[in-house]
């Protein structure tokens, strides 16, 4: 077994800049060549009596086979996340074929982003732009209420409706 260290040590030294290498013509991210090259060397060990072949083959197999997969995961996430989105957009279009459930889940997905939103607005603003959509006070009321111009009242309204819009620019 020491020997299998020491030869596997040596492997890797030489030859995981070069797989290195090979996987970033593949794949852009350093981190995830990081991953599929570290993978691809656990595989050799775990199978290091079983290789037939060349260790540099079995290796240079091994990564092209894992940054494949990436490519393919990918691939169907992104057609999974163009498929929903078109989902979306049929559902906004044509409202009334969307099954009920589906109506409140979204709904329930809008109301979640809108309360995190609003929650992210700095206190003055929450609290005005609060005022005016919970309690409806008018912009007057909430000016003589907190002693502050109505100026300033509808610059904190316009800075929060503002800041929800880009918030929630996906669900629009």
Not at 26 to 33: F, G, T
Not at 62 to 89: D, F, P, T
């Given at each position: 077994?020491?020997?299998?260290y020491g030869?596997?040590?040596?492997?890797?030294?030489?030859?995981?800049?070069?797989?290195?290498?090979?996987?970033?013509?593949?794949?852009?991210?350093?981190?995830?060549?990081?991953?599929?090259?570290?993978?691809?060397?656990?595989?050799?060990?775990?199978?290091?009596?079983?290789?037939?072949?060349?260790?540099?083959?079995?290796?240079?197999?091994?990564?092209?086979?894992?940054?494949?997969?990436?490519?393919?995961?990918?691939?169907?996430?992104?057609?999974?996340e163009e498929?929903?989105?078109?989902?979306?957009?049929?559902?906004?279009?044509?409202?009334?074929?969307?099954?009920?459930?589906?109506?409140?889940?979204?709904?329930?997905?809008?109301?979640?982003?809108?309360?995190?939103?609003?929650?992210?607005?700095?206190?003055?603003?929450?609290?005005?732009?609060?005022?005016?959509?919970?309690?409806?006070?008018?912009?007057?009321?909430?000016?003589?209420?907190?002693?502050?111009?109505?100026?300033?009242?509808?610059?904190?309204?316009?800075?929060?409706?503002?800041?929800?819009?880009?918030?929630?620019?996906?669900?629009?």
């Amino acid at each position: 077994m020491r020997t299998l260290y020491g030869n596997f040590e040596k492997i890797y030294r030489e030859l995981q800049p070069q797989m290195y290498a090979f996987c970033r013509k593949y794949i852009s991210d350093h981190e995830l060549a990081r991953d599929i090259v570290q993978d691809a060397f656990v595989k050799l060990l775990e199978n290091y009596d079983a290789v037939k072949t060349s260790v540099s083959a079995y290796l240079f197999a091994s990564v092209h086979n894992g940054c494949i997969s990436h490519i393919r995961r990918q691939k169907l996430k992104a057609e999974h996340e163009e498929y929903v989105a078109l989902q979306i957009k049929e559902y906004e279009i044509h409202p009334d074929g969307v099954p009920e459930h589906l109506q409140q889940l979204y709904h329930n997905e809008l109301k979640q982003q809108y309360d995190e939103s609003v929650e992210r607005l700095p206190d003055k603003c929450r609290h005005i732009f609060r005022l005016s959509r919970s309690d409806n006070m008018s912009n007057k009321e909430i000016a003589e209420k907190l002693g502050i111009s109505i100026r300033t009242v509808e610059s904190q309204i316009y800075n929060a409706l503002k800041r929800l819009k880009e918030d929630l620019k996906d669900f629009f």
